[in-house]
């Protein structure tokens, strides 16, 4: 789903989780908080299935798959940070193209947070959700933008999001694709999500996830 200019209402399911994790890599010089690479049969983000979408551990990558269309779903750890940086390697792994994932931050409840996506077609979006509203494309163009930089199809894309002050950037396979400006959310909870267009279904894998705090 390209939410280019929000023709779709997402139906938003929350999923808010503890979470540990281990082993993965980060460029960074510090230690990370968190690394997950979700080859444990029950981590910490933990499972559910219910109508029109599942979410859990499988071959050793954490995945959502969405059976409805529009439909938007996350899990979130129980740690809430300020201001860090997440990296992640996620990839479509059957369904449809026009979907959207990435990575949260500053989540503070289910109406509440920053979320910075890619899709397996090749657009990505900066988003903010405020007081349960629609989502809201921080993006210059006010919509999802195309970039080449991002793989599509079931290609495997390395997401990054930074959170930081007022500044959200969002980076794919090593490139910088946006930086927006915005001060609504100053500190939650961070995470993963993943949601389907009008031609679902879609299933998306994530795996080896690193998280820092800057």
């Known amino acids: ?35 997950d690479n979700f080859d444990g049969p029950r981590g910490e983000w933990g499972d559910d299935e219910q109508d029109g979408f599942s979410r859990g551990y499988a071959s050793g990558k954490y995945f959502f798959e969405l059976a409805n269309p529009s ?17 992640v390697d996620a990839y479509l792994s059957s369904g449809s193209e026009d979907n959207h ?13 920053y979320y910075l996506a890619v899709s397996s ?3 990505y979006g900066i988003f903010l959700r405020e007081d349960g509203d629609a989502l ?39 490139r910088l694709l946006e930086t927006a ?17 009008p031609e679902a279904p879609t299933r998306i894998n994530f795996d080896d996830l690193v998280v820092y705090e800057r």
């Open 1 to 35: 789903m390209r939410l280019r200019y929000r023709h779709y209402a997402l139906a938003l399911v929350l999923i808010a989780l503890p979470l540990l994790g281990a082993g993965c890599l980060g460029d960074h010089d510090e230690k990370p908080v968190l690394e």
């Open 71 to 87: 439909w938007f779903a996350w899990t979130s750890s129980r740690k809430k940070l300020a201001d860090a940086s997440l990296e």
């Open 101 to 113: 994932f990435g990575l949260i931050c500053r989540l503070d409840d289910a109406g509440n947070f």
């Open 121 to 123: 077609d090749g657009y």
């Open 136 to 174: 809201l494309p921080l993006n210059a163009r006010g919509a999802m933008t195309f970039s080449p930089a991002i793989k599509t199809g079931s290609e495997v894309n390395h997401i990054k999001a930074i959170c930081e002050g007022d500044q959200l950037s969002l980076y794919a396979n090593g």
């Open 181 to 197: 400006t915005d001060d609504t959310h100053r500190k939650g909870r961070f995470g993963m999500g993943a949601g389907s267009g």
